[in-house]
């Protein structure tokens, strides 16, 4: 049989694209065999309050970020290209149309400490194309270093300005070994210490603040998020968004 | 003619330029995937920049095709017909242009994949990743189908109407997709807004006829190209009417912002227009280049014909290809102005894959010029070399 | 029919010999694998050396999505005995030195992992 070259290129086209995919030797179920850890606290919704009152002081605030940049080699890159899990703002930069030109002066002087919300409703979530940000069952919500690619739309969807970039080679002064770094071209955020949490331990800014940050499940009535909430006003920021932060600030 | 002959035809030397002019930015990408996005000018508070201004650009210049396949197809419009090859050779190469800038936008170009693998069909950018490389393979079927044919005077295939109905709905999609990337992110007042995907698609339809035109209109001056007449003032019609929509979109998204007067709205448009000089160059240019193209002595003057399109295209690029990124970030989530300029190897980037895209449509259009596009090059006049010779010598049989 | 077969056979014969030579010369020779420093510790690893010497790839791949993505941290093993699911805490706490064990084997497969550029393994004298 005679073929015209058109037909034969498209037969080996179409040859080597149905070509069966490498059939994939008996692998052991290795993720099968995983399991939560019998240690691990569990919750409905993970949230936090943080008592911006108790943290007027400019070290305790400084501490509280030190210790979750520590631990988790977050590097020290100050200006406009800064990584930061969680920074400290000023009222009106946390909460943008709240103030007003009467609000109390130990208000209007206060500095919070802002981090990713783990919203409930997460737009970050909604448009990454690839998954690397995902919203677990108890409300976390979860980054994967291995699998982001890069794109930054999780940046740009974010309401709070919660998510950092790494533009370059991050280079922690300190690298702490029994956490993994991050490289050049992935974003990054607060995990609220998911590792530290499936250890059955609270995160490590809630440890630092020495009180004044609550860490604790909206689903269980008796938690210490739920009767703080319950005894004081708290606010989260720019509700009216509709992305249901986790993150609750007592003014 | 015998005594200008080259070495190398003058479209050689044009291909060989836009060759050189891809060197630098391929350089600067090396080191940019080396030592990360820091070469560039984003930061933090600005996370898109030039690269996703001109992705959203060309875009809208590759979804303009179908101001020619629409006519053409649905309707029989012959005017549009004639142009269909050189309207697909831009579409192409605006839309491998847009998928280069997306490719060194990414942090991490070689998990490209993950998007496949791991399909989220939530996210927009999982499906511009399947629109776009889509758009680019229909595309060149259609131009290799109705090219192929052209060269040998048959008719195209039956099977070609179902995929140019194809491309007629992915080619509004695509540029649809676009504007969904930024319409539906709560956080960024400025791009909130129902009309953007109409705002996209009506600039989309000014720029792209607008640089077809210019390149007619220069083939005509230059390149002794005789396009139909008759095609280039359907093309200037749209075009007239298209940057008039422009205009009239942005002043409405203006009303909301100033007559609602959220402080959100306003304070991004605001920190936006003080930025620099350039949202009134914009403003600008578009409303002199409409009264340009709306003003019949100037639309049938030699010079300021070229002028008001030239004017067309410097504003949409403004908007489009610049300022509408900008707008979305010049206020960050904490209420400060961001500040942004690109850099010198962004820009680099920028303008050699700009010089790959033009690649890619001058090899387009050089191969389109046949019998039904008009666009011809009439044999005889400015041969440099003997291919054209015997081209033109074998033209003249069918004339 | 081929067109200019003087030219094209002897050149599919070239691109075959550069191609295959490499693999025909090597061929025949048992594979040697190089000389690995032992874990510290006295405990057997996870799985079975032959398991893990084919497999842990696979095994922290599946570790990687079992922790990060489903929050899954507790590895049970075929023979019962259960790890964390940790690359740092639980692999590189026996394989302590990086260059002699995980370096030198992936130096002789051309093998380059991706891992490392996140994951610090100390480097122990």
Redesign the interface.
């Given at each position: 049989m005679i073929l015209s070259r058109r037909r034969f290129l498209g037969l080996a086209a179409a040859a080597v694209t149905t070509l069966p995919a490498a059939a994939a030797a008996a692998?052991?179920d290795?993720?099968g065999?995983?399991?939560?850890?019998?240690g691990?606290l569990a919750a409905g919704q993970w949230a936090m309050v943080i008592d911006s009152r108790r943290l007027a002081r400019p070290e305790r605030r400084a501490a509280v970020i030190a210790a979750c940049h520590a631990f988790h080699n977050v590097p020290d890159l100050p200006g406009?290209?800064?990584?930061a899990w969680i920074e400290q703002?000023s009222f009106?930069?946390?909460f943008?149309?709240l103030p007003s030109a009467f609000s109390p002066a130990n208000l209007a002087d206060r500095i919070f400490l802002t981090l990713c919300n783990h919203c409930r409703n997460p737009?970050c979530v909604?448009?990454?194309?690839?998954?690397?940000t995902?919203r677990?069952q108890?409300g976390i919500v979860?980054m994967?270093?291995?699998?982001?690619?890069?794109?930054?739309?999780c940046?740009?969807?974010?309401?709070?300005?919660a998510r950092?970039?790494?533009?370059?080679?991050p280079r922690p002064a300190a690298?702490n070994?029994?956490?993994?770094?991050?490289?050049?071209?992935?974003?990054e955020k607060c995990t609220f210490c998911?590792?530290r949490l499936?250890e059955g331990r609270l995160p490590l800014c809630v440890e630092a603040a020495d009180g004044a940050i609550a860490f604790g499940d909206l689903a269980d009535p008796a938690s210490s998020v739920r009767s703080l909430l319950a005894e004081n006003f708290a606010v989260r920021r720019?509700p009216g968004?509709?992305?249901e932060p986790g993150v609750y600030y007592i003014l | 003619m015998a005594a200008r002959r080259l070495p190398f035809s003058r479209f050689s030397l044009w291909l060989l330029f836009l060759g050189c002019l891809s060197l630098p930015g391929a350089y600067f990408y090396l080191e940019q995937y080396r030592q990360g996005i820091c070469l560039t000018g984003l930061s933090r508070d600005v996370p898109w920049g030039l690269y996703v201004a001109q992705f959203t650009f060309l875009v809208g210049v590759a979804a303009s095709s179908v101001v020619f396949t629409l006519p053409a197809h649905f309707h029989q419009d012959q005017r549009f017909a004639r142009l269909l090859l050189p309207a697909e050779s831009l579409a192409i190469g605006a839309v491998f242009s847009a998928c280069l800038f997306v490719f060194v936008d990414l942090g991490r170009p070689e998990r490209l994949w993950n998007i496949l693998l791991h399909p989220h069909p939530g996210s927009l950018i999982f499906w511009d990743m399947i629109a776009l490389p889509g758009y680019l393979v229909l595309t060149s079927l259609l131009f290799w189908l109705r090219w192929n044919r052209q060269r040998h005077g048959i008719p195209p295939p039956p099977r070609t109407g179902g995929l140019l109905t194809l491309s007629i709905f992915w080619a509004f999609s695509i540029h649809t997709l676009t504007a969904f990337l930024y319409a539906g992110l709560p956080g960024r007042d400025f791009w909130f807004s129902a009309i953007l995907a109409a705002r996209f698609l009506a600039s989309a339809f000014c720029s792209g006829p607008a640089i077809l035109l210019l390149l007619a209109l220069a083939g005509q001056r230059f390149f002794r190209l005789s396009p139909d007449p008759q095609a280039l003032r359907a093309l200037l019609r749209i075009i007239t009417y298209t940057m008039g929509l422009t205009i009239f979109f942005f002043l409405l998204a203006c009303f909301s912002v100033f007559y609602g007067q959220i402080p959100a709205q306003t304070a991004s448009f605001a920190m936006l227009a003080s930025s620099s000089s350039l949202p009134a160059w914009c403003l600008g240019t578009a409303l002199v280049s409409f009264s340009l193209l709306a003003c019949p002595a100037a639309r049938a003057h030699p010079v300021l014909l070229p002028l008001s399109l030239v004017l067309v295209l410097v504003s949409i690029w403004l908007d489009k290809g610049y300022l509408f990124i900008l707008g979305g970030f010049s206020r960050n989530p904490f209420g400060q102005a961001a500040f942004y300029a690109p850099s010198l190897p962004e820009a680099c980037i920028a303008l050699s894959i700009y010089a790959c895209g033009a690649l890619v449509v001058s090899i387009g259009l050089r191969l389109g010029s046949a019998e039904e596009s008009g666009l011809r090059p009439e044999p005889g006049r400015g041969a440099a070399s003997p291919g054209r010779e015997r081209k033109g010598a074998a033209g003249e049989k069918f004339r | 029919m081929i067109y200019n077969a003087g030219y094209v056979l002897p050149g599919l014969a070239l691109f075959a010999a550069l191609v295959l030579g490499p693999f025909l010369l090597a061929a025949g020779g048992p594979y040697r694998p190089p000389a690995l420093t032992p874990a510290e510790k006295g405990v057997s690893c996870i799985e079975e050396r032959a398991v893990m010497a084919a497999g842990h790839r696979v095994l922290l791949f599946a570790w990687r999505d079992a922790a990060v993505c489903r929050n899954s941290r507790l590895y049970l093993a075929s023979d019962g005995r259960s790890w964390t699911v940790s690359l740092e805490g639980t692999c590189l706490a026996c394989h302590s030195r990086k260059a002699g064990f995980c370096d030198s084997c992936h130096a002789a497969n051309l093998v380059t992992p991706s891992c490392w550029g996140c994951h610090k393994a100390p480097e122990k004298p």
């Open positions: 692998v052991a290795f993720g065999r995983c399991r939560t850890s019998p691990a406009p290209r800064r990584v703002h009106a930069e946390t943008p149309g737009p909604r448009v990454c194309p690839t998954g690397a995902f677990r108890d979860g994967d270093s291995h699998r982001c690619i890069g794109c930054r739309y940046m740009a969807a974010c309401p709070f300005g950092s970039f790494n533009f370059e080679d690298v070994p029994v956490y993994p770094l991050r490289e050049r071209g992935v974003v998911a590792g499936s720019n968004l509709g992305t | - | -």
